[in-house]
């Protein structure tokens, strides 16, 4: 684009425009954040780019910051239900399950009482609009997208969008969150990306760069370049080796094994040299913690740590989930919660015969393994066969001692149109497509700040949202 279409308003810029000015900002390499596709010739994007961001009106944008209150919330109520169930205080098995398939070392870690208190302190729910209300399908604390949000929103402002948080509110976001989890103003932080995550370092890397410009120190590094020395952690760069304050954490828990220097690293955080978030809690990272708010058990301890807003709010949100324990139920009892058109099951196989039509359940992995994330292992039981669905169900119950997995119900997104350019035929072109909203809430002094919203919108006939190829993926933003 030419340096005089930069100075139109959004007004005067044709679609096209607009579009080919936006993807002209992609910085070299890509940002794209799941894996590395192959993309046109005549665009540096590996997915659709849309001439306009996704609006929101007000009241999404207000359900969007109170889900940020709420859910921060549910977490703090999570961390104290866990210390309760190992004291006694409340079942052992709700510790029992969330434990289920990990290592010793990372429930030992999560167990130690100088971390008590810590939370993670980002927060990204996968949120799909429906026609009845907002649905946040997952919950992640160790999310991607981070610099790839923050790209789009800077991109976008530069065309006048109001985006949701502004052009930096993901990086202000972000170095608000480090400089309350380091209690200084000017830490040194590294964000250590494992192999296992590789395909998230370039967006991890622009994020560092754009960290730097705003005056926190940073450093985007492989856990192999990290150098223990006898008072803590440190890194090479321009100004030397550089003693670090704060570690970011973007690598899986159930990698730790795998990762070089994991030991010093750890033995760093354990002595209070060093600071790291998110904090090494895997069960802060179980899709079943959706199980565990549902469990009618718990319902007292929930009504007792939650506010009745709070407890109203996630009953709507949180999609009702089970963990699929193989254990047999007694044979005077039925699975909790579960009746499908006025039928109660005793067995998870029960479920295998039911029709496809009602079949309106997804199964995927809880989390703790390489298969909880990215939509890997999710599948839909109105999308397959009896035979597979069976399968499913089989393969979910003989995994529960290394990889427990969840049963949710299944909410169909609603249907939006969204535009694209095609940059093959220099049109731009529309579809039917449903909508996944991913809101980031960074927390500083101890209240979570929405910094950035994320839309994916995939074409109508997909089930599974994420960041396909054929997806216009934009910055949410608000129409002044």
Known sequence: ??????????????????????????????????????????????????????????????????????????????????????????????????????????????????????LPYVIRPDVIPTRQGMIASELDSVPGGIGFTASLAE??????YDVVGGANGMVDGFAGMIRWVAEKEDPVVGIIVSDEASA???????????????????YVVEPDDVHFVEDGLYVDGEKGRRRLDVIYRFFELFDLRNLPKIDLILYAVRKGLVKMTPPVKAYHEEKMMMGLFH?????????????????????????????????????????????????????????????????????KPSGFSEQAWGSRGVAIGHDMSETDWVDVIAHALNSF??????????????????????FETDQIETFKGRARLQPYYFIIDDAPVLSGVQATVCPADKKLLHGMVDAVIVPGAVKK
């Open 295 to 363: 469990h009618p058990m718990l319902s007292k301890f929930w009504q007792q740590q939650l506010p009745k807003d709070s407890i109203a709010f996630l009953e709507q949100t949180f999609p009702k989930t089970w963990i699929l324990d193989p254990a047999p139920v007694p044979s005077h009892a039925v699975i909790p919660n579960l009746e499908i058109d006025g039928q109660q099951f005793s067995s998870w196989e029960q479920l295998g015969h039911l029709g496809q039509k009602k079949r309106q359940l997804v199964i």
């Open 155 to 160: 991109r976008y402002s530069k065309l006048g």
């Open 401 to 422: 001692g290394d990889s427990p997995h969840v049963m949710q119900v299944f909410h169909n997104g609603a249907t939006f149109s969204a535009s694209y350019y095609d």
């Open 1 to 118: 684009m030419s340096a005089g279409l930069v100075e139109k308003s959004v007004e005067e810029m044709s679609a096209t425009e607009r579009a080919r000015y936006i993807d002209g900002l992609t910085p070299e390499g890509g940002l794209y954040t799941e894996v590395q596709r192959d993309v046109s010739a005549k665009s540096n994007s590996s997915w659709r780019v849309s001439p306009e961001p996704w609006w929101l009106p007000d009241p999404v944008i207000q359900h969007l910051e109170a889900m940020g209150q709420h859910l921060y919330a549910f977490y703090k109520a999570l961390n104290l239900l866990y210390s309760h169930s190992l004291r006694g205080l409340q079942p052992g098995w709700v510790a029992g399950y969330l434990d289920q398939g990990k290592t010793e070392e990372a429930i030992k870690f999560g167990q130690m009482g100088r971390f008590k208190s810590h």
């Open 200 to 218: 998230y370092r370039p967006e991890m890397a622009y994020m560092g760069e754009r960290l730097n410009e705003v005056g926190l120190e940073t």
